[in-house]
């Protein structure tokens, strides 16, 4: 299971392996103050694409296009994080206001589509439904 939930929230025995997923540390918040397990900085969109979306350059859609390109670019960043979401629980820690539209989110459904893209029906077995052809 892949949760998300801001910095600044209080930790939680719940929240299993903690990832901040953010390029910046978290403004006003001190190092020791957060329980993290990780912080995986090179993780995080580009800082183009940060500021751009910050700015209101660009929309939510293409902030998040943008990204999910940036994510298939550099498989090495995300990929220990799919057998952490397999074992258990992972939190994806973040710093932005909007609870909805940041770059965890986008991460979490990344890594969601990943882990269904290697389950069960996506081997060469899920076709064993169909009827042969006659």
Known sequence: MILCKR????ASPDDGYRVLVDRLWPRNCRKEQLPLDE???DLAPSTELRRAFKSGELDFATFRSRYRQEL?????HWW???ERAQKGRLTLVYSAHDEVHN???VLAEWLEDELDRQGEGS???CYAHLSPPE
């Open 7 to 10: 910095a600044y929230e209080p």
């Open 103 to 105: 770059n965890a989110r």
């Open 72 to 76: 298939t670019a550099r498989p090495e």
């Open 39 to 41: 912080w995986l900085k």
């Open 123 to 125: 081997s060469p077995v």
């Open 80 to 82: 220990a994080l799919l």
